[in-house]
């Protein structure tokens, strides 16, 4: 596709339901992340995908959050029981490949997620 | 931990140019990135700056990289109203691991 795609561009949701947050890569990136970011905040890292392997999945705050990727390209981040802490906005970005200081991060737009 | 701190908030005149000042703290990074935020829209990634550099110019933008101070700045020139954005100040800690700042709001007045 021509960027990173995100879906839903919204959620609310009550708190203690679980949500799946969606993401799309630039076609031929074999690099995934996941970042939140919260109200006020910079970006905290989630979550690196390469290829179908997750080598990095030290910044996930709980066991309450996973992600996953299939088929190389489409990744799922699920976040079960949610809090209201949860509530931020979810940024995927994907690169060629993570080999380099040089392969850039593209980022999609966004999930804001709410949680009430 | 590594720790990336940036000033909240810039409001300069349409025409001026625009200093956005970040520091960093680790030492070993290797790469440093200006990213922008629209509103509504993903992170842009800006431009970036190798760490034996200390000066990178790319048409209005210039980065300006301190490494013994480990401060990094970038300098708009000619400032427009399209220039209106949160810009984001990003270490490399490895080649996939992004810190980034909390971003610093430019408002540009007309």
């Known amino acids: 596709g021509a960027g990173v795609s995100q879906s839903p561009s919204n959620k609310v949701t009550e708190k203690g339901k679980d949500v799946e947050l969606r993401c799309d890569p630039i076609s031929g990136h074999t690099a995934l992340y996941w970042y939140r970011q919260s109200l006020g905040q910079g970006l905290e890292f989630l979550i690196y995908f390469q290829g179908n392997s997750a080598p990095d999945k030290s910044g996930l705050p709980s066991d309450r959050f996973s992600a996953e990727r299939t088929g190389g390209s489409v990744s799922t981040l699920t976040i079960q029981r949610t809090q209201q802490e949860d509530s931020a906005v979810y940024l995927c970005?994907?690169?060629?490949?993570?080999?380099?200081?040089?392969?850039?991060?593209?980022f999609g737009p966004g999930t804001r997620l709410t949680v009430l | 931990g590594e720790d990336v701190e940036q000033s909240l908030f810039l409001s300069v005149r349409e025409g001026d140019s625009s200093v956005i000042n970040c520091t960093y703290t680790d030492s070993s990074s290797t790469y440093l990135y200006w990213y922008k935020q629209e509103p509504g829209a993903g992170l842009q990634l800006l431009t970036y700056i190798f760490s034996n550099m200390d000066m990178k110019q790319d048409q209005r933008l210039t980065v300006l990289l301190n490494k013994k101070d480990k401060h990094l700045s970038l300098r708009i020139a000619d400032t427009q109203t399209g220039d209106s954005a949160i810009y984001f100040c990003a270490e490399g800690e490895s080649s996939y691991k992004l810190i980034f700042g909390s971003g610093t709001r430019l408002l540009v007045r007309p």
């Open positions: 970005a994907s690169s060629l490949s993570a080999e380099h200081h040089t392969d850039t991060q593209y």
